[in-house]
């Protein structure tokens, strides 16, 4: 609010150029260079709290049941920023699917669906869920906490009890999620309602309604999981099926803010990856297929997406994902590919290159999800599984940099494009389990 009681936001007609000199903008940058790399700058303050702690006295309390990562999931033990043990499970896997991988990047759910094939992983993935809804919150600000946790405690609610369709327990599948929005959101969402008497009690009524209540209380999952995550316990195991050699091929990684800088001490820090200073997951898959690892000053940065740069400022998006990201991949690393784990960032880093062309920065880099890297390595289709033609950005350098003939890979994609117009489909995964709920499911 200014002197005059204008409200300011920063953003449409009410944004205001700071006028920095290059030096100042030098100056009000640095820090990041400086000091942000070392994981010493997020834990060197007091203990934060571990929410799980709050949850446990709730369910003991008997005002919720926690729905737990059982030995039936074959979890691995990973370790958090803080040191923390997180439980992270491996089998018997609910798909929380992403609204925007689905409509714009399916190669990205299609790649982790094949990885567990590949590595005969069990897992459900029903149409019987929601979006988050956390970008028109973050976007628009027109959401509100008690509908993000209602959706939340909804979605989880159904991975719970989807199974019984089966003939199956309750909590035999468990929810992992793949949007990196969702993530981070749910993972606040749970934080506010183990503090919030009053939010459990206004979602508490709603869920009744919708009924979606375990015993009359509400249902909390013991780990809120990302599908980078799995990736990378599992990273190991999928290494084991890889096809084909990187070793050559310099990979950038782009870090996801809702991902690692939202409840951050949820997060996997490994000490076998980067000397345990930045976020594990996608670094450590790619370091263990063999793939260069590059630095770059920018590391930190977002992608420039933003939520609601990406809707009053789309420029602003534009120029930051090019100038900030994609131009310092390309001329300081030198990087054949950049890896990410976030549906908004691959997209935003994909999906803006072009726009660069019409003011000389023609900075092509393919952006990937991690996921489609090591699905790639490990033979997938890159159009059939990877579907890397959905992507703006030119990938067929980085094919042939790698030794798959691109040119052969998309002429057997067409020919099964016209097999798929007469009606010969494959899928990935049984459609008849997709539904699990009302007159459409059949065993």
């Known amino acids: 609010m200014s002197d005059n009681g204008e409200r300011f936001t920063g953003h449409g007609e009410e944004w205001r150029d700071a006028r920095l000199s290059a030096q100042d903008a030098r100056t009000a940058t640095s820090w990041v260079e400086a000091k942000i790399d070392k994981r010493a ?47 992270i499970p491996t089998n018997q896997l609910w798909h929380h699917k992403s609204c925007g991988q689905c ?13 567990m094939n590949q590595t005969e992983t069990r897992y459900l993935d029903e149409t019987d869920q929601t979006s988050c809804t956390a970008w028109n919150y973050h ?69 009744a309604k919708l009924d979606r209540l375990i015993d009359g209380k509400l249902l909390i999952p013991e780990e809120i999981v ?38 951050p001490e949820d997060v996997i820090y490994d000490d076998d990856v980067l000397d345990g200073n930045r ?18 000053s920018t590391w930190y940065d977002c992608c420039g997406f933003g939520f609601r740069h990406i809707i009053s400022e789309r420029e602003f998006t534009r120029s ?14 030198r990087a ?43 033979g997938a289709h890159p159009y059939k599984i990877v579907q890397m033609h959905w992507h703006a950005s030119p990938f067929e350098d980085l094919l042939e940099k790698l030794g798959i003939d691109w040119q052969r890979a998309k002429a057997e994609f067409e020919g099964y494009l016209e097999e798929v117009a007469q009606g010969k489909i494959e899928t ?3 459609p008849r389990r997709a539904i699990t709920s009302g007159e459409g499911y059949r065993p």
């Open 279 to 296: 976020v594990a997951v996608s670094t450590g898959i790619m370091q263990e297929m063999g793939t260069q690892v590059i630095d770059y």
């Open 103 to 115: 409509g714009n990047i399916p190669g990205y759910p299609a790649s982790l669906l094949w990885l």
């Open 226 to 263: 990302h599908y980078s995550e799995w990736l990378h316990v599992m990273r190991g195991r999928i290494a084991d099926k890889q096809q084909i050699d990187a070793s050559n091929i310099r990979v950038t990684i782009h870090p996801a803010c809702h991902v690692y800088k939202m409840v």
């Open 139 to 207: 976007g628009s600000g027109i959401g509100n906490i008690v509908s993000l946790a209602a959706v939340f405690l909804r979605n989880f609610h159904q991975a719970y009890v989807s199974a019984q369709a089966e003939g199956l327990d309750p909590g035999y599948y468990y929810p992992l999620v793949h949007c990196g929005t969702s993530f981070g959101n749910y993972k606040e969402v749970r934080h506010f309602l183990m503090h919030s008497a009053e939010l459990r009690e206004q979602v508490r009524k709603i869920l």
């Open 41 to 87: 700058l997020l834990t060197n303050k007091d203990r934060v709290e571990d929410v799980r702690d709050a949850m446990w006295q709730l369910e003991k309390d008997g005002e919720i049941i926690v729905h737990r990562v059982g030995d039936q999931h074959e979890p691995v033990m990973a370790k958090t920023l803080y040191g923390w043990d997180k439980k």
């Open 320 to 333: 930051f994902a090019i100038d900030r990201k994609i131009k310092v991949a390309v001329e300081e690393a």
């Open 428 to 430: 990935l995964y049984e």
């Open 336 to 378: 054949d590919v950049m890896v990410g784990h976030d549906t908004g960032c691959i997209t935003t880093l994909d999906k803006n290159q072009w726009i660069g062309k019409a003011v000389g920065k023609d900075y092509a880099l393919p952006v990937l999800a991690d996921c489609q890297v090591a699905a790639l390595l490990c």
